[in-house]
């Protein structure tokens, strides 16, 4: 598990523009995927939290000190992102069969469920990169 360092393009699309408000000391990047803590208040991902979206702006370095002080933009609901390389061991012939994708933090993406957190579903593939049509915990059920 590698947690996000810098900015990544997951170049999504479709789905919901929104601002959730952000737990005390996140500072996601843009492209880090997040998850919702026990208070409901989004952060960078933790394994085993409900999948709340993916960043779209990184967030001031030192995040705010309060929950619920500051807000992350990110696009949430049903939409797809393209990874950035291979996920887990997941093989090409696997994307024809809608294979899950979990996250074990806010950059690692891995078909394993144990202790993860499930964010999709694979739905194509782009050279060497995944596209995987996401569902954050509003609309899961729906994948």
């Known amino acids: 598990m590698t947690a996000l360092t810098k900015e990544k393009d997951l170049a999504p699309s479709g789905g919901d523009f929104v601002r959730l408000p952000l737990a005390a000391s996140a500072d996601p ?28 702006r990184t967030v001031p370095t030192g ?38 994708v979990y996250a074990s933090d806010d950059a690692t993406l891995t078909t394993s469920s144990t202790g993860n957190t499930k964010i999709g579903v694979t739905f194509g593939i782009d050279g060497s990169n995944v596209i995987i049509r996401c569902a954050t915990k509003h609309v899961a059920a729906a994948l």
């Not at 991902?45 to 409900?50: I, K, N, Q, R, S």
């Not at 393209?82 to 899950?100: E, H, K, M, N, P």
């Open 29 to 56: 990047f843009q492209g880090s995927l997040l998850s919702y803590n026990s208070a409901g208040y989004a952060h960078e991902l933790t394994a085993g939290e409900p999948f709340a979206g993916v960043c779209l």
């Open 63 to 100: 995040g705010y000190t309060n929950a619920g002080d500051g807000y992350v933009e990110a696009v949430a609901g049903l939409f797809y992102i393209t990874s950035v390389g291979a996920v887990g061991s997941l093989a090409i012939t696997d994307v024809d069969a809608a294979t899950a």
